[in-house]
Nanobody, 122 residues
Framework: QVQLVESGGGLVQAGGSLRLSCAASGRSFSTYAMAWFRQAPEKEREIVASVTYGETTRDYADSVKGRFTISRNDTKNTMDLQMDSLVPEDTAVYYC???????????????WGKGTLVTVSS
């Protein structure tokens, strides 16, 4: 069974840091692009950061540039999101996803985790 499982969420004060991890199992995702999305209450899900296979390209939403860093370890089949200088607007459920080449994040061949909650207090 293929699974993506997020961990590392929690409650943190504004200005603090958290590191999210996504552990993949059931298959290798070394040839998949991977990303972190988030969904705040009453808002649409939005992409936060993405990384291509081989880490050749990393992209970030403007709102997190300079504060978040995405990384992946294909040997361990994991992906991380280091989040620094957190602000209350970062409060959301964070999801990891993996998509094969040529498939969008919401394609039928993509995988999603169930999410981990990040709460940033002011």
């Amino acid at each position: 069974q293929v699974q993506l499982v997020e961990s590392g969420g929690g409650l943190v004060q504004a200005g603090g840091s958290l590191r999210l991890s996504c552990a993949a199992s059931g298959r290798s995702f070394s040839t998949y692009a991977m990303a972190w999305f988030r969904q705040a209450p009453e808002k649409e899900r939005e992409i936060v950061a993405s990384v291509t296979y081989g880490e050749t390209t990393r992209d970030y939403a403007d709102s997190v540039k300079g504060r978040f860093t995405i990384s992946r370890n294909d040997t361990k089949n994991t992906m991380d999101l280091q989040m620094d200088s957190l602000v209350p607007e970062d409060t959301a459920v964070y999801y990891c996803t993996a998509a094969p080449r040529g498939s969008g994040w919401y394609g039928s061949m993509s995988y999603w985790g169930k999410g981990t909650l990040v709460t940033v207090s002011s």
